[in-house]
């Protein structure tokens, strides 16, 4: 290699580690016999392989709910984004996953409900005389959060199956997040 090449080798870049590794291979390749110079420059050529993350699979889960739940949910959220610029992209589902993650740490032992159950009633079903707004919404979890969802539906249920609904898993998910965080305004 002539040195001209050698010498302008990198001043783009002087601040790219590659270029720099590059560089240092190509001087010692000019010094040291043709029998290491293949040894050098295979050490350069296998590039550090990062494993990618893998993001987990989310599912739209669908909620229905009283207003007032939906509206702490949406209050908290943006309490949480002004706090300060690492919640910028905190969402409603991050609220969800948050409560959820109270209820695991305080709510009941859970009996694994049998493979492929879901322990919920299709239809509405009311909870008593009282008419209060509903709302119908969806917050985006992962699978182990829809499993820990149905497993504690299902334990909750007891003997009764759709005795304790997702509104109702609503409810407790709601009592947790206000005990850590009081009445929001």
Known sequence: MKDRVLT????????????????????????????????????IVTPSVKKP????????????SEAENINYIRRLEFEKRRQGSEFSYFTSSDVVKEGIALL??????????????????????SNGT???????????????????????????SGDILGSFTKESFMNDMIKELKNKYGELE
Do not use: C, H, W
Request: charged letters at 35%.
């Open 8 to 43: 302008n080798f990198g001043k783009k870049k002087e601040s790219s580690s590659q270029s720099l590794k590059l560089q240092n291979v190509f001087q010692k390749m000019q010094v040291q016999p043709a029998e290491t110079q293949t040894e050098a420059v295979e050490e």
């Open 53 to 64: 993350k893998t993001k987990e699979k989310s599912f739209n889960f669908s909620f229905v």
């Open 104 to 125: 695991r740490k305080k709510g009941p032992k859970l009996k694994n409900r049998p493979a492929g159950m879901i322990p919920t009633r299709r239809g509405r079903v």
């Open 130 to 156: 009282e008419l209060k707004e509903k709302v119908t919404t969806s917050f985006s979890l992962i699978e182990d959060e829809v499993d820990y969802i149905y497993d504690y539906i299902y334990t909750k």
